[in-house]
């Protein structure tokens, strides 16, 4: 399975942004699938996940701001994400778990300026 991210540009804080993660495989058939984002010099956070039966979740520095989505016709999972803060700055990962495996992308840089 590979996973490709797309979208990730700079920005204005304040701004909106929507991220991609295409597969190659049937991306309603994984287990549960993650954004999760590293920043520089800091370890990689959990985001926003989306389980198989549409159940979302988030981290509390983005509830509210972000929003984690399957797109079906295309085949992705998308994230929209509005409000952007100097913060939220990082590489994105994509990640998609399907016991006992777990599949990641090789990430989107989202810079966000102030």
């Known amino acids: 399975v590979q996973l490709v991210e797309s979208g990730g540009v700079l920005v204005q804080a304040g701004g909106s942004l929507r991220l991609s993660c295409s597969a190659t495989?049937?991306?309603?058939?994984?287990?549960?699938l993650r954004w999760y984002r590293q920043a520089p010099g800091k370890p990689r956070e959990f985001v926003a996940s989306?389980?198989?039966?549409?159940?979302?979740n988030y981290a509390e520095a983005v509830k509210g701001r972000f929003t984690i989505y399957r797109d079906a016709a295309k085949n992705t999972l998308s994230m929209k994400m509005n409000d952007l803060k100097p913060e939220d700055t990082a590489v994105y990962y994509c990640?998609?778990?399907?016991?006992?495996?777990?599949?990641w992308g090789q990430g989107t840089q989202v810079t966000v300026s102030s």
């Open positions: 989306i389980t198989w039966g549409g159940t979302t």
């Open positions: 990640n998609a778990n399907d016991p006992p495996y777990n599949y």
């Open positions: 495989r049937n991306i309603r058939n994984f287990n549960r």
